[in-house]
């Protein structure tokens, strides 16, 4: 099994940066594809961005695009959310999810099934 944790949230001024870590553990080598998604209070969970693991590739949503990047440490087998140019928009629990299933719909939350408890992260205008 694996188990992800994140951590690196905070408070900050909207365009400061700040960089999230999800750490995994277990069986890490089955690991396919890391995701990071989001949920602000009273709104739905919102796809931030994912990367798959084998090859490195990632993507990310429309509303971060540009502004945040995703990087991976496959020796201590972290994956970093390193997110730029903060809007206070972007105040929200950020969790880490995983999987060890071969598929496509990465953008959907569904398509994970291991996550972590989350950590926030607070954007002052």
């Known amino acids: 099994q694996v188990q992800v944790v994140e951590s690196g949230g905070g408070s900050v001024q909207a365009g400061d940066s700040l960089r999230l870590s999800c750490v995994a553990s277990g069986r890490t080598r089955d690991i396919f594809t890391v995701a990071w998604f989001r949920q602000a209070p009273e709104k739905d969970r919102e796809f931030v961005g994912y990367i798959l693991q084998n090859v490195g590739i990632t993507y990310f949503g429309d509303s971060v695009r540009g502004r945040f990047t995703i990087s991976r440490d496959n020796v201590n087998n972290i994956v970093y959310l390193q997110m730029t140019s903060l809007k206070p928009e972007d105040t929200a629990v950020y969790y880490c999810?995983?999987?060890?299933?071969?598929?496509?719909?990465?953008?959907?939350?569904?398509?994970?099934?291991?996550w972590g408890l989350g950590t926030l992260v607070t954007v002052s205008s």
């Open positions: 999810a995983a999987t060890t299933k071969i598929g496509s719909s990465w953008t959907r939350d569904a398509s994970y099934d291991v």
